[in-house]
């Protein structure tokens, strides 16, 4: 697309176009030209991108507090216990027996989506001892255990990783509607800048006309002052009249040069851009389009559904009214049901250094404990070592206040929420009527400035032609000639004002980005409308 071209030639425009004393070079610029670039090289804009694609991270960061939690602990240990029993098992000469073991643990821990956890942990080791009371020596030992704990009172509606998720996603909405309120601010924006540089560079072209009258006029006087039929004194009238129509001509240049700044810095996202040296030509003109059909009466509920700043104002409500709920339940005393089941198992080898054989008997491994770290796992299946468990606990902080204060700055917090949703909606409800009457004012103002400016036409065509026939004076055709150019500044002005009138109409109902076909994505460039105008 052609905006496409325009990035390309604002980037290589230096190149070899500004050298010393050459002309600045004219880019000719349509209004949805003017929209694409903005939208895609405007500084704020492009903040509040990455201000967005910071709330998307955010709601993922969010969603990871419910990502399980793999702990692997694997140790090699040696210890001599002191005993202080006659009964220590300590092999001869020694004063406690020794234990060398291997082992390795796993757990995992899950988050559940009604505030409780879930919790897995496996452990499975080898240990060796001297003791001669040890049956297994080599012993292998294992268990598979599961605990759910379920909150009943604090954390059970909500909690703080439920309480993060919900404000996560309502910033990313917030964010969203916060980068639509800048878009359709910078497209309204750079409409009111481009219509203002076009009815600043129509009032040069005014003012320029008006000089070029004065000069004409100024050249029939001096004509008629050689044949006679004037007096000397008679030329100082329109001399006097094209010097100051010059300065104003100046005057309009520099209105019109700062308008143009105005655009380019909606336009251009680096101070540095070599394109601020460019002369941008608006390519549209300023007559307006035929209102559409079914605008004139303003529709203020539409407008507040559509409007990004309620949009923003609901979402710190709803923000505030979470984190009011989350500190109210921060006040409760934390109950909670706790049940867990644990499968041990036991298995080795005989130990050989076992204590001499009992009066009943040697000592003898049971066959379900004889084996390697596979049987040890299988009396975990076969249930011989069960730990099960349900209860209760109870933390019951003293006072609270802490908590309790929060709660209450909370809500007072969210009634000015509350309050400043109301005033949201009632200044988009003021905005909107405004609009519409601006909008209503300036077309009338067009029809009024085009009648003033034909009369105007009208009145300097017959005063020339009085002039001409000596039956008044360059006065009168110079002071014919003011009038002509007011009215075309008034003209103009007031095209300029109904273009900018229906922009913030457009705005202030919340339809202005519709209107262009602009379409938004929150870490993406916002797609570039078709060329034309509205």
Same mark, same amino acid.
């Given at each position: 697309?052609?905006?496409?071209?325009?990035?390309?030639?604002?980037?290589?425009?230096?190149?070899?176009?500004?050298?010393?004393?050459?002309?600045?070079?004219?880019?000719?610029?349509?209004?949805?030209?003017?929209?694409?670039?903005?939208?895609?090289?405007?500084?704020?804009?492009?903040?509040?991108?990455?201000?967005?694609?910071?709330?998307?991270?955010?709601?993922?960061?969010?969603?990871?507090?419910?990502?399980?939690?793999?702990?692997?602990?694997?140790?090699?240990?040696?210890?001599?216990?002191?005993?202080?029993?006659?009964?220590?098992?300590?092999?001869?000469?020694?004063?406690?027996?020794?234990?060398?073991?291997?082992?390795?643990?796993?757990?995992?821990?899950?988050?559940?989506?009604?505030?409780?956890?879930?919790?897995?942990?496996?452990?499975?080791?080898?240990?060796?001892?001297?003791?001669?009371?040890?049956?297994?020596?080599?012993?292998?030992?294992?268990?598979?255990?599961?605990?759910?704990?379920?909150?009943?009172?604090?954390?059970?509606?909500?909690?703080?990783?439920?309480?993060?998720?919900?404000?996560?996603?309502?910033?990313?909405?917030?964010?969203?509607?916060?980068?639509?309120?800048?878009?359709?601010?910078?497209?309204?924006?750079?409409?009111?800048?481009?219509?203002?540089?076009?009815?600043a560079r129509e009032a040069v072209k005014a003012q320029a006309s008006?000089?070029?009258?004065?000069?004409?006029?100024?050249?029939?006087?001096?004509?008629?002052?050689?044949?006679?039929?004037?007096?000397?004194?008679?030329?100082?009238?329109?001399?006097?009249?094209?010097?100051?129509?010059?300065?104003?001509?100046?005057?309009?240049?520099?209105?019109?040069?700062?308008?143009?700044?105005?655009?380019?810095?909606?336009?251009?996202?680096?101070?540095?851009?070599?394109?601020?040296?460019?002369?941008?030509?608006?390519?549209?003109?300023?007559?307006?389009?035929?209102?559409?059909?079914?605008?004139?009466?303003?529709?203020?509920?539409?407008?507040e559904e559509r409007r990004p700043e309620v949009a923003e104002a609901?979402?710190?409500?709803?923000?505030?009214?979470?984190?009011?709920?989350?500190?109210?339940?921060?006040?409760?005393?934390?109950?909670?049901?706790?049940?867990?089941?644990?499968?041990?198992?036991?298995?080795?080898?005989?130990?050989?250094?076992?204590?001499?054989?009992?009066?009943?008997?040697?000592?003898?491994?049971?066959?379900?404990?004889?084996?390697?770290?596979?049987?040890?796992?299988?009396?975990?299946?076969?249930?011989?070592?069960?730990?099960?468990?349900?209860?209760?606990?109870?933390?019951?902080?003293?006072?609270?206040?802490? !908590?309790? /204060?929060?709660?209450?700055?909370? #809500?007072?917090? $969210?009634?000015? *929420? @509350?309050?400043? &949703? %109301?005033?949201? =909606? +009632?200044?988009?409800?003021?905005?909107?009527?405004?609009?519409?009457?601006?909008?209503?004012?300036?077309?009338?103002?067009?029809?009024?400035?085009?009648?003033?400016?034909?009369?105007?036409?009208?009145?300097?065509?017959?005063?020339?032609?009085?002039?001409?026939?000596?039956?008044?004076?360059?006065?009168?055709?110079?002071?014919?000639?003011?009038?002509?150019?007011?009215?075309?500044?008034?003209?103009?002005? !007031?095209? /300029?004002?109904?273009?900018?009138? #229906?922009?913030? $109409?457009?705005? *202030? @109902?919340?339809? &202005? %980005?519709?209107? =262009? +076909?602009?379409?938004?994505?929150?870490?993406?460039?916002?797609?570039?409308?078709?060329?034309?105008?509205?």
């Open positions: 697309m052609r905006a496409t071209a325009l990035l390309l030639a604002f980037a290589i425009l230096p190149a070899g176009a500004l050298r010393a004393g050459d002309p600045a070079p004219e880019l000719r610029l349509t209004l949805a030209e003017a929209r694409a670039l903005a939208l895609e090289r405007n500084v704020e804009l492009r903040v509040e991108r990455e201000a967005a694609a910071i709330s998307d991270a955010g709601e993922l960061r969010a969603k990871g507090a419910w990502d399980p939690f793999l702990r692997v602990d694997a140790r090699l240990r040696e210890r001599t216990d002191p005993v202080n029993s006659i009964l220590s098992g300590a092999p001869s000469g020694e004063l406690a027996p020794t234990v060398r073991s291997a082992g390795l643990s796993l757990g995992v821990v899950q988050l559940l989506p009604t505030g409780g956890s879930l919790s897995f942990t496996s452990t499975l080791a080898r240990e060796k001892t001297d003791s001669v009371f040890s049956i297994l020596s080599p012993a292998w030992t294992s268990s598979l255990g599961l605990e759910l704990r379920q909150p009943l009172l604090r954390n059970r509606v909500t909690d703080p990783a439920r309480a993060a998720l919900r404000v996560a996603r309502i910033d990313r909405g917030r964010s969203a509607a916060s980068l639509r309120r800048i878009a359709s601010d910078t497209v309204a924006a750079v409409e009111r800048s481009y219509w203002s540089l076009v009815a008006a000089v070029a009258l004065a000069e004409r006029q100024q050249e029939d006087v001096k004509a008629r002052v050689e044949a006679g039929t004037l007096s000397e004194s008679d030329l100082a009238t329109p001399l006097a009249e094209v010097e100051r129509r010059k300065g104003e001509l100046l005057a309009s240049r520099e209105a019109a040069a700062r308008a143009e700044n105005v655009l380019k810095s909606l336009l251009l996202g680096d101070p540095a851009d070599p394109a601020w040296a460019s002369r941008i030509v608006p390519a549209d003109d300023a007559e307006p389009s035929t209102v559409p059909a079914g605008s004139a009466a303003p529709d203020i509920a539409a407008a609901a979402a710190r409500l709803d923000r505030l009214a979470i984190e009011d709920e989350a500190a109210r339940d921060r006040v409760r005393p934390q109950l909670d049901l706790v049940a867990g089941y644990t499968g041990r198992g036991l298995a080795g080898d005989p130990n050989p250094g076992v204590a001499p054989p009992f009066p009943t008997g040697p000592v003898e491994v049971p066959e379900a404990l004889d084996g390697g770290p596979g049987r040890s796992l299988g009396t975990i299946g076969e249930g011989r070592y069960p730990d099960a468990s349900i209860g209760l606990s109870l933390a019951l902080p003293l006072g609270n206040r802490a !908590a309790r /204060a929060e709660s209450k700055q909370l #809500r007072s917090a $969210r009634v000015q *929420a @509350e309050l400043a &949703l %109301l005033r949201a =909606r +009632q200044q988009v409800g003021v905005e909107v009527r405004n609009a519409a009457f601006a909008e209503e004012t300036a077309e009338q103002r067009v029809a009024a400035a085009r009648a003033a400016r034909r009369a105007a036409q009208t009145q300097l065509l017959a005063e020339e032609e009085r002039f001409t026939a000596g039956l008044t004076t360059s006065f009168f055709v110079l002071t014919r000639q003011n009038d002509l150019t007011q009215a075309l500044l008034v003209e103009t002005r !007031a095209l /300029a004002d109904l273009r900018t009138a #229906r922009v913030e $109409r457009a705005r *202030a @109902e919340g339809t &202005l %980005l519709s209107d =262009r +076909q602009i379409q938004l994505h929150d870490t993406e460039p916002a797609a570039v409308p078709e060329r034309g105008t509205r």
